[in-house]
């Protein structure tokens, strides 16, 4: 029997980023594993957001993977091609990770971050991960340990030899049987029939959209692949997975910690779910659409003449329009919004509208906090506290009230006073106060009349009352 104050069953990248960020919280966490240390995983994820990054940096670990993975110099370009050489019909341009510490320009440079995407598959970002974790004096990680029950009270990756290959069923193929796969890889590849080549391993995939219903149950909690499945493109259930790790770390830190009431807990799912929901949409749509494309491709791709340029042109541009949303999609990294949470103070401003690729930063409630760099060279996020931070664009304004309040109920309040003009119009309120996992829970020109009422809502007091009333 395992006694812990917190236990999470799987040490994959969520389990060991909810086990990290808990731990940096000063909660002590133990890991159940069924693999041995050490054990790869399946070939899974190539791709780790700008937003799963800037999760990471807090941790104080996003320098280490970004160190690993591809090579220095290996760019990161999507290059659609008729096979991986053949003829290429349109390219993503991404910066290789040294060619964006130089300040090269690719699609995605626009974003406003302080930590770009990266490239790097799964196999070696979990021991990357794990060997962080296991330094971490708060983690225990038990390996070949099996939970049963508790009781409560195509690309490289390694920019070498080793290729992920992705196959789509087409209109003519019923089953997974009906294919050979020895031609398929050789026609992907576009090489001849004595082209060595070795599978080191397979998985058959079956397209679907699943969303649990509920994200909590008492004092269980999923995350993850337990709580979305959905087709595997560009890292969205990985990612997806690491932002429910981080959203529910500082909760589970506050409640434990005791400056939050367990109520607060109620926002996991209110706050995750639908917004899984959003993404498992969005990423579903995005393989219909691959798919049926790749499905209506035609033969004239192939001809050697003007037919088969117009055809090959064509088809590039519909590629580079749809795999451009992808790739660089910064709606979902930080377009996102918590819209219907019991612990956010809404203003009435309607949230911006976003897509896979496109949305705009804002202060309203709910948003995750618009990053700006500070005079001195720091990222916002560097500046922030450990827990709830109020910025302050006017130092002539009193922010007393809520400091005593905060103090009261034992709440972590930090104070960043900004003087920068171009930020203060970009959060276009005198204040903000920002979540530890930095989304804004309430803003003001002033601070609010009755400052503890806003302190019991987001530290989940005010729904406990609640609760009771009812």
């Known amino acids: 029997m395992i006694e812990t104050s917190v236990l999470v069953v799987g040490a994959g990248p969520v389990g060991l980023t909810l086990a990290m960020d808990l731990a940096s919280r000063g909660i002590d966490v133990t890991v159940t594993e069924i693999r041995r240390a050490g054990e790869p995983p399946n070939v899974k994820c190539n791709q780790v957001s700008a937003r799963s990054m800037e999760i990471f940096r807090r941790l104080g670990i996003s320098g280490k993977i970004r ?9 990161n370009d999507v290059s659609c091609c008729v096979s991986v050489t053949g003829t290429e019909l349109s390219r993503i341009k991404l910066p290789s990770r040294a060619g964006r510490l130089r300040g090269e320009k690719g699609d995605d440079n626009w974003w406003p971050t302080p930590e770009p995407p990266h490239r790097i598959n799964q196999l070696f970002l979990e021991p990357t991960l794990f060997a962080h974790a296991v330094a971490q004096p708060r983690i225990r990680i038990l390996n070949r340990t099996q939970f049963e029950q508790f009781s409560q009270d195509a690309m490289a990756i390694d920019g070498k ?14 089953d997974y049987d009906s294919i050979d796969r020895d031609w398929a ?3 992907i590849l576009g090489v001849a029939p004595d082209f060595e080549v070795e599978i080191i391993s397979k998985e058959d995939w079956i397209g679907r ?3 649990a219903d509920r994200f909590q149950s008492g004092r269980v909690f999923i995350a993850g692949d337990a709580a979305h499945l ?3 493109h560009a890292g969205y259930g990985m990612n997806a997975g690491i932002a ?9 830190a506050a409640v434990l910690n005791g400056w939050a009431e367990s109520t607060l807990l109620d926002a996991y799912q209110a706050e995750r779910q639908p917004i899984t929901d959003q993404v498992s949409r969005f990423a579903f749509e995005m393989a219909r659409e691959v798919s ?20 090959r042109a064509t088809i590039g541009k519909e590629a580079y329009d749809l795999y451009i949303q992808q790739q660089c999609c910064a709606g979902l990294n930080f377009g996102y919004f918590y819209g219907n949470s019991p612990i956010i103070a809404y203003d009435g401003e309607a949230h911006p509208d976003y897509s896979m690729g496109r949305f705009t930063s804002s202060s309203v409630p709910g948003c995750r906090a618009p990053h700006f760099w500070l005079c001195d060279g720091r990222s916002l996020y560097d500046a922030l506290g450990e827990g709830y931070s109020l910025i302050r664009f006017a130092p002539d304004v009193a922010i007393s009230g809520l400091m005593a309040a905060a103090a009261q109920r034992g709440m972590p309040l930090f104070v960043l006073d900004v003087d920068d003009a171009e930020a203060a119009e970009l959060y276009a309120r005198k204040l903000a106060l920002v979540r530890p996992d930095q989304h804004v829970a309430w803003r003001g020109d002033k601070e609010p009349a009755a400052p503890m ?16 009333a009812a």
């Open 67 to 75: 160190d690993t993975g591809l090579p220095a110099e290996y760019r």
């Open 161 to 174: 030899e080793t290729w992920l290959i992705h196959n789509f069923l087409y209109n003519d193929e019923s």
């Open 185 to 187: 890889i050789r026609q």
């Open 209 to 211: 959209r699943l969303v």
């Open 230 to 232: 959905w087709i595997p």
């Open 244 to 252: 429910d790790a981080a959203n529910l770390s500082w909760m589970l």
């Open 292 to 311: 049926q494309q790749r499905r209506e491709i035609s033969a004239d791709i192939e001809r050697q003449d003007a037919v088969g340029e117009a055809t």
């Open 453 to 468: 009422d806003l302190i019991d809502l987001v530290r989940g007091a005010l729904l406990a009352l609640a609760r009771r």
